[in-house]
């Protein structure tokens, strides 16, 4: 037999030998990095399960809605929850300058900073304070709508009330006392309907929820931490990482 011809089935040995060694290491390498990755992905989602459970998991909580970041809120509504629906009619206001985000508990809050909300508002849109789109006083109506600045307006505004009642009749030359019966009819309606808090944070709020549209302003501002829910979860810094597409 020629030498050379046993000299390439060894070789040819040597190779299939080689490769099936190589096919081998690279079928366990690619094993143990599925296998890695099925362990994050475990990991991450019992983590988002477990911070899902302790958040809104709940049949009944309270949800602090705060205007401003957390360094500087300006108000906010406390708002209780249950089966993950608000209830409006139990909202009460907040006293913003006792909350610690380091020591919360069971609190959640959720702080939108002002440019957010501001972006939430469109110049093309009429807002109402909960669906009140008309109010009748001695007989005559009085058109309720608010435009983008009017709603900014009420928000800055330390006297909410009597802005929102300017506001609704500047068309109409009231007298003082028809205003001041105007604000008391709607002080008696806020407190008919346990709304515990200021004017200004219960048009806020409402706006904020009731808009399908501010969904999106919501997640993009969430995503440039303009919007940040505390306590800090791992959830919420998971979902940070995550594409806008795929968030939306």
């Known amino acids: 037999m020629d030498i050379s011809f046993l000299i390439y ?8 030998i080689l490769i099936f060694k190589l096919i081998k290491k690279v079928i ?3 094993f143990a990095v599925f296998f890695l990755l099925f362990l994050v992905f475990a990991g ?3 983590m988002m399960y477990l911070d899902y459970q302790d958040i809104v998991g709940r049949d009944m909580y309270e949800i602090g ?3 401003g970041d957390a360094k500087n809120p300006q108000f906010g509504v406390s708002l209780f929850v249950k089966d993950n629906v608000p209830d409006v009619s139990k909202s009460k206001a907040l006293d913003v300058s006792k909350i610690d985000v380091k020591k919360l508990d069971d609190e959640i809050y959720v702080f939108i900073d002002t440019e957010v909300f501001k972006d939430m508002l469109s110049d093309n849109k009429t807002y109402y304070f909960y669906e009140l789109k008309e109010f009748e006083v001695d007989g005559e109506k009085i058109n309720a709508s608010l435009t983008k600045n009017e709603v900014l307006s009420i928000i800055e505004s330390k006297d909410s009330l009597n802005r929102y009642v300017e506001i609704i009749s500047s068309e109409r030359n009231f007298e003082t006392s028809l205003k001041n019966q105007l604000v008391n009819n709607m002080k008696s309606e806020l407190l008919k309907n346990n709304l ?5 944070e219960l048009l806020f709020v409402y706006i904020t929820l009731s808009d399908k549209d501010n969904i999106d302003d919501l997640v993009l501002g969430f995503k440039e931490e303009k919007v940040n829910v505390y306590p800090e979860k791992f ?3 998971f979902l940070r990482w995550m594409p806008l597409d795929w968030f939306l």
Do not use: H
């Open 9 to 16: 089935i060894v070789l040819f040995l040597v190779v299939v």
């Open 44 to 46: 991450v989602g019992a």
């Open 28 to 30: 366990v390498a690619i």
């Open 196 to 200: 515990n808090a200021d004017f200004r």
């Open 235 to 237: 959830s919420f810094k």
């Open 65 to 67: 809605i705060i205007y």
